[in-house]
C-alpha cells in the first residue's frame, strides 16, 4: 500500500486513519490504507480546516452530532447588525460585552451593562466599585440575574463555498473512497494532479440539473461520497454531498481503465446514522466540462435544494428555543421559591411557582408574539 498523495510505503509507523467525511461535520466513517500520518496532518490542517469553516453555519443551524467534541462558536449578525455568537446548543450571546453609565438625580448613577457570563458582569462591576467605592457589589451581584432577550431580526449566514482549499479536501475525500473501494490511486490521474500540482485545473464542478441520488429521503441533511464508472464515457467519476444541499461532481480520471467500481456511503449527520442509498453517475464529458463552468445550476435549483432542509431546521430550531425557555424558567422558580428540596409544596407555593415561571418564561413568549406579528405584517 502507498500513500495516495506522496507514494510513500505505507507501514505501521506512518499509516493514519482518514475520515472520509470529516469528523468537523459529522464524519465517522475511518479508513486506513489510503494516507500517511504527514500528508493526513498536513492536509486536515489546511485543506479539512477550510472545509470545515466552509461549512461550519450550516452545521450549526442543521445541529451536527460530532464524534469528537462540539461544534465551535461562530460570530454571526442579524439584520439589524447586532453582532451576536451562536453556539453549538442554539443559543446566542453578544460578540462583546458593553457598559453605559448615565447621572440621575442627587448624585445617583444609572449603570447599563451587557455582559456573555455572570463572570464577565463580576469582573465589570468589580472595576465599577474600584471608580466608586460605595458601589456595592455584592448585594448588587446577589439581586441580579440572568435575563434571556432573543433577537429580533433573522441571522444573515456566509453560505461562501468551494474554494481552492476546501476544494482539494472534498476531492481528497472521493479519491480515498474510491482508493478503499479497489481503485489504484495512480489510476486517479485528474485528482492527483489538482491535488498535487499548484495551479492545476480544479476537477469538481457544481451539479443540481438532476438528482444523482435515486429516492433521496425527504428533508434528511445527509452526507454523501460516491464513486462509479456505470455509463460514465469512459471517465471515473464521483460525486460528494453535504448537509443535502451542497452537491458537487468529481471526475477522479478522465479515461479510466481500471477495476469497475460503484459505490457510496451516506450518513445523517444529526444522528450518525448510516443510510443507503443508491445514486446513477451516469453523466458524459460534456456534462462534465459543462458542470466546471457552473452551467448545471438551473435557476432556483440551490434554493429548492435548501428549502426542504432549512425548514427542518427552523422547526428544530423553535422547538429547542421552546425547551430550553421552559428549563430555564422551572429551574429559575424551583431556585427562588424559598423551600427545602423534598418538602410539600402548599397552595401558595404552587401560585408562587406558577409566577415565578411565568416571570422568567415572559422574554420567550414575548419573542414568539413579536415574531408572529411581524410575519402577519409581511
Keep these: 500500500m502507498e500513500c495516495v498523495l506522496c507514494d510513500s510505503p505505507l507501514s505501521d509507523a506512518n499509516d493514519s ?3 472520509i467525511v470529516i469528523n468537523a461535520i459529522g464524519g465517522r466513517y475511518k ?12 492536509a486536515g490542517q489546511a485543506w479539512d480546516s477550510a ?12 445541529g451536527v452530532k460530532r464524534e469528537r467534541g462540539v461544534l465551535p462558536s461562530l460570530a454571526v449578525e442579524n439584520l439589524d447588525g447586532d453582532q451576536l455568537v451562536l ?9 462583546r460585552a458593553s457598559f453605559s453609565q448615565t447621572p440621575e438625580g442627587s448624585g445617583a448613577m444609572r449603570i447599563e451593562l451587557v455582559a456573555r ?7 465589570i462591576l468589580k472595576g465599577v466599585k474600584r471608580k ?3 458601589f456595592d457589589l455584592e448585594s448588587t451581584i446577589a439581586n441580579s440575574g440572568v435575563q434571556s432577550r432573543y433577537s429580533r431580526s433573522p441571522l444573515n449566514f456566509s453560505m461562501e463555498f468551494g474554494g481552492a482549499l476546501s476544494g482539494r479536501s472534498l476531492v481528497k475525500s472521493v479519491l480515498c473512497f474510491a482508493v478503499v473501494n479497489g481503485v489504484v490511486a495512480k489510476d486517479c490521474t485528474n485528482a492527483r494532479q489538482y491535488l498535487l500540482e499548484d495551479g492545476a485545473e480544479a476537477c469538481f464542478g457544481y451539479w443540481y440539473e438532476s438528482d444523482l441520488m435515486l429516492r433521496r429521503p425527504e428533508g434528511v441533511p445527509l452526507h454523501c461520497v460516491a464513486v462509479s464508472n456505470r455509463g460514465t464515457d469512459g471517465q471515473l467519476l464521483g460525486y460528494i454531498e453535504f448537509f443535502g444541499v451542497r452537491r458537487m461532481v468529481v471526475c477522479l480520471a478522465e479515461n479510466y481503465s481500471g477495476a469497475p467500481v460503484h459505490a457510496s456511503y451516506c450518513i445523517d449527520p444529526r444522528n450518525s446514522q448510516r443510510i443507503v442509498a443508491e445514486f446513477d453517475l451516469g453523466l458524459d464529458r460534456a456534462d462534465i466540462q459543462a458542470s466546471y463552468s457552473y452551467e448545471r445550476i438551473p435557476e432556483g435549483s440551490i434554493e429548492r435544494a435548501f428549502d426542504s432542509i432549512l425548514r427542518q431546521a427552523v422547526k428544530r430550531s423553535a422547538v429547542r428555543a421552546r425547551d ?4 430555564r424558567a422551572v429551574q429559575y422558580a424551583f431556585s427562588n421559591l424559598g423551600v427545602d428540596e423534598g418538602s410539600i409544596l402548599t397552595e401558595q407555593d404552587v401560585e408562587k411557582l406558577s409566577g415565578l415561571i411565568m416571570h422568567e418564561l415572559t422574554p420567550y413568549l414575548m419573542h414568539i408574539i413579536g415574531d408572529k406579528r411581524r410575519r402577519d405584517e409581511r
Design 324 to 327: 430550553q425557555a421552559v428549563d
Design 31 to 42: 479508513v486506513s490504507g489510503v494516507l500517511c500520518v504527514k500528508c493526513n496532518n498536513g
Design 117 to 123: 457570563s455572570p463572570e464577565e458582569a463580576r469582573k
Design 51 to 62: 472545509l470545515a469553516k466552509d461549512l461550519q453555519s450550516l452545521g450549526l443551524l442543521i
Design 132 to 134: 466608586y467605592p460605595n
Design 17 to 19: 486513519e482518514e475520515h
Design 87 to 95: 453556539h453549538a446548543d442554539g443559543s446566542m450571546s453578544p460578540a
